[in-house]
Every structure is written in C-alpha cells, then in structure tokens.
C-alpha cells in the first residue's frame, strides 16, 4: 500500500512540476525513430522540497534511497507509456531508464560532504553536497549506459524479447552492467548479450580538493615536493565537459567506491553549479574616511595606501613602488568569470630577495586564490596516464591554473631549471591563447643583479645559458610593456609604474626617472602637495608626447 501510495504522489508531483509534459515529448521522440531501442533514457527534474510537501515518503525516499526511488518512478513512466499507448516498441519496464536530476539538497549538515572529515559515509549510496575546485580531468570516454541479454538456451522464453535489461546505476563500474557469468533466473543457464542494442554513453573523471586545501597552503615557501589530495567524480552523459580546470564547484552525487589497485571513494554527479566567490561588498570606514580626505587630488590616495601596505612585514614608506603595483595586481582578483586583459603580472629583479619574498607571500595570503609555485611541480598544465586505467588520459592542473582568478607566485626564477624557464617564457608570450591562463596573474622575481650588470652579463653569456632566458623574459616584458600603440590611457598607466626604461632598453623619446611614482619620501602632507605637482607635469608631458609621436591616437583627459 506505502509503494502505490509514493506511485500516485510521484504521478501527481509530475504532473504539476510539468514533468509529466516533458515525457510525453521525450516518448514522441523515441516512438517517431525508427531505430530500434532497448532501452529508453528519461531525465527528471526533481525539487526535494516540493517532493517532501507532497508526500514526505517519497522525498525522503528521494534523498536516502535514490535507487528505491527511481523503481518507483520507472514504475508510474511504463504505466503511463502502455496506457496513452506513447512508445509502440515498448515491452517490458525494465526498457525504461529513468534518472532523477535533483535541483538542489537540504541545507543541512547531514547532506554536506566536507572533504576535511573523516570517516566518510560511502556505503550509504545517498545524495551528499560537496564543494571543491577542479585539478584534474581526463579526456571523455565511452561507457555501457545499457544493454540487452538473452538467454543461451533457445528452449529457454527467455531467449527471446526485453526481460534481462541492464542498465548503470550510479556508482556501479562497467562490469556490473556488462559481463558473461550473468545467468538466466528460469533456466540457469548463461546469458549472452544482444550487441546491436548496446547503448552507449559518455563519460568523464574530474579530480577536485577542497578550498580549504588550497588556503592551508597559502604563502607556502618551501620547495619540497608534495600534492594535493584529490577526491574522484564521475561526470556521465550532459554533464561531461561541464567542468574547467581550476574552477571550484558545488556537486550533488551520490558517493560509490571504486576497486582497482586500491579502494578508492568516490562520487558520481547527478548536478554541478559553478561557484562564484564570495566578494566584499563595500569598504571600511577608515578607508572611506581617506578617501575622503584625499579627494581633493588623484594621487594621495594611493600613495598613502602604498606607504602603509604590509607595515608588518617591512618598514613602512620602503618599497613603496613595489606596494603600489602589488595593490593594483590584487584589486583585480575578485572575478574568475571575468577576462582580466589589463591585468598587471609583475617580474622584480632585486638582491633584496628577504623583504622582496616576505612582500609577496603577504600578497598572496590576502587573496582566496594565492599559489606559491614550488619549484618541484609544474606551472602549466601537462599529460598522464588515467589510474583508472580507462584509456583516457588525464590533464593535470599547474600552480598557474590553481591560481586562476587570484595570484600564483613563481618565486625565484634562478632556482628553476633550463626547461622551466623556457616553458614560462612560451607561456607568457602566449597567455592569451592558453585555456584558462588569461584569468591568471603571474606574479615572479630573481636574485639576478641589477639591470645594467645584467646587460654585460647577457652580452658575455655563452648562448642558452640560464641567465639568458632570465634576461630575454624581461626584456620581452619590458618591450611588450613600452610598445607604441593599443590603448594609450593604459600605456599611461604602465609609463609612471615601470620606472625607467633607459637602463634595460636604452634611450627613448620620452624619458621617465628612476622613480617617476614616489620622488620624494612621503614624511608629511607638504611632501604629498609636491609629489602631486611633479605627477601632474609628468602626465602632461606623456600625453604631449603621445600627440606627438602617436597621431591620430586618443589622448584621454584628466577627468577620463
């Protein structure tokens, strides 16, 4: 009586969500091809908590036994098939493959899977949430979604029609839906499969780690090896190619444990929703308050922010160039979605690396995605072989995809090998046409002395010495940075921040001193008046000599 009841209440949740409307069409589809199926393949949205209004039976059956579930929905489908008489080929119930896509969980603690806990429920075979952030994924390959046995005795009824389906079920492997040692339940003789009406389907295995993960690891310096725990999901049919690397997710599945080399626990998504991260809304009061005082100039502002940025880490009013560059690379780390083409990477050559180091570990703590790349591991994505041994190969996330929407940190290019250096070379020449690498910024420094002695070191360096992909990665840098032409107010920009370009490049048209930014030390409000003078006459010569030598270009105003 309990089963036929949850069988009205599912008929009636479907006809009133309009699922019952959506099978109707999927069954005009499959009753107007003329292939012939062996199984029919149904997807129904479900909300949980429509269901637990209607009949709390079946929502909780929906929610702790999602197979029962299922049984009862295939049930109430073929009795709607055979009586509007919808699919003519349709024989038997065990044709129909119905899979339940669940809207959304309970908000509660009993349905979240943290990955930081153990030990994990994972015979339970029941929906779970979890959240997490894609490090790997392998290519897509094919898996039995259903198939169709008969029986090998041809005396046997058996041996003919629709009664052995078999059909996958989340968290089953291949060879619980197709094997040979399946035997008949009338005869007990060995079934054999039917392979013209094998269905197949796609599939895919995506490895995430928890953000939790990613935060313990922030301004971590030292260069041992290690590796993220990764926990496995399995991406079947329209869910597959649903993911990108390097962006976190929320996934509802149902958890399953593999056996291969070792037993693995694992979940198989029913539903995935790209996670967006969560960005302060508005600033503080003290930061209001100088704004407001410093309104009346364009450049106070940042000075001051720059004089005071991370005074726990190095005496403030030192390194302030640095600070200010490092502040403007940070404020454009709060949207992974959003194409960041005017993001600032910065490359430090410096003999100071203690402050220089301490400065950019703090800068990276202060993002929800900071990587500190050690020099063990890969900055770029690269190829291995699937554990899962499916044929597929799987791709591997670098520090600079992990990084993506925040800052990955390279660290000290000298301590990286030939190769790297040539590969991180490519890699930022052709960031753009990198998946993913355009929403990273890249931040990196070296011991290498400064610029002028790096010239007569370059100038009698033996060709392919490691001091020459160094020095040919700034100066590609350099050059890319002062090219004439592209957008002249962001070229503004860059002039007054990169310093001067004399000393590495050579002599150019417009000359810039040394420390353009910050000339005077900032002791107190006069010295603000005369830093804002001497910026002021600065832009007006820039734009002069963007007239100049760029006509027909655009010269921004001062209130543009």
């Excluded at 044929?391 to 030939?418: E, M, N, P, R, T």
Aim: aromatic share 8%.
């Amino acid at each position: 009586m309990s089963n036929l009841k949850m069988k009205d209440a599912a008929l009636i949740y479907l006809d009133r969500s309009g699922g019952l409307q959506k099978f109707i069409d999927d069954c005009k589809y499959y009753n107007d091809s003329k292939q012939s199926y062996a199984v029919y393949r149904f997807n129904i949205l479900i909300n949980p908590s429509d269901v637990l209004e209607l009949d709390a039976e079946l929502g909780n059956h929906i929610l702790h036994h999602p197979l029962k579930a299922v049984q009862v929905f295939q049930s109430v489908c073929f009795i709607a098939v055979k009586t509007l008489s919808l699919i003519g080929h349709l024989q038997t119930e065990t044709q129909i493959n119905i899979v339940l896509k669940l809207t959304h969980l309970p908000p509660l603690p009993s349905y979240v899977l943290d990955l930081c806990e153990f030990p994990l429920d994972y015979s339970s075979q029941r929906f779970y949430m979890m959240q997490g952030i894609v490090i790997a994924m392998t290519t897509i390959t094919k898996y039995t979604q259903g198939a169709r046995f008969l029986c090998s005795e041809e005396a046997c009824p058996l041996s003919k029609g629709f009664q052995y389906i078999r059909v996958h079920v989340p968290g089953a492997t291949e060879s619980a839906t197709v094997r040979n040692d399946f035997l008949c339940d009338l005869c007990s003789s060995s079934l054999q499969e039917d392979r013209k009406f094998r269905v197949l389907g796609d599939k895919q295995i995506v490895e995430i780690i928890t953000t939790k993960a990613l935060h313990a690891f922030q301004g971590y310096s030292k260069n041992q090896a290690f590796r993220f725990q990764s926990f496995t999901v399995f991406l079947r049919d329209e869910l597959v190619n649903k993911m990108n690397i390097g962006n976190e997710y929320k996934i509802i599945g149902i958890l399953a444990c593999v056996k291969s080399s070792q037993t693995t626990v694992c979940i198989e998504a029913n539903s995935i929703v790209l996670c967006n991260p969560k960005v302060s809304s508005g600033i503080s009061d003290n930061f209001n308050c100088l704004l407001s005082l410093t309104s009346s100039s364009r450049w106070k502002f940042t000075a001051m922010l720059a004089n005071i940025f991370a005074s726990q880490i190095v005496p403030p009013g030192s390194y302030n160039l640095l600070k200010l560059c490092l502040l403007m690379s940070l404020v454009q780390t709060n949207d992974s979605k959003k194409e960041l083409e005017n993001c600032l990477d910065i490359l430090i050559m410096t003999s100071d690396t203690l402050f220089v180091e301490r400065l950019l570990n703090f800068s990276i703590s202060l993002v929800s995605r900071g990587i500190h790349h050690p020099v063990s591991t890969e900055i770029f994505p690269n190829l291995s072989r699937n554990k899962y041994g499916t044929g597929a190969v799987s791709i591997q996330a670098g520090s600079a995809l992990l990084a993506k929407g925040g800052i990955c940190f390279i660290g000290d290019l000298c301590s990286h090998k030939k190769d790297k250096l040539e590969q991180l070379q490519s890699g930022e020449l052709t960031k753009e046409k990198n998946i993913g690498l355009s929403d990273t910024k890249e931040v990196a420094h070296t011991t290498e002395e400064k610029p002028p002695h790096c010239l007569q070191l370059l100038v009698g360096c033996q060709p392919g010495g490691k001091v020459n992909v160094i020095i040919s990665l700034l100066m590609e840098n350099c050059v890319r940075t002062w090219r004439i032409g592209c957008s002249w107010k962001q070229e503004e920009e860059r002039c007054f921040l990169s310093g001067s370009p004399e000393s590495i490049v050579g002599a150019t048209a417009f000359g810039v001193a040394p420390n353009a930014v910050f000339p005077f030390e900032l002791y107190n409000e006069e010295y603000l008046e005369q830093r804002d003078l001497y910026l002021t006459q600065c832009q007006q010569q820039l734009q002069q000599f963007i007239a100049t030598y760029g006509p027909g270009t655009s010269v921004f105003s001062s209130d543009e």
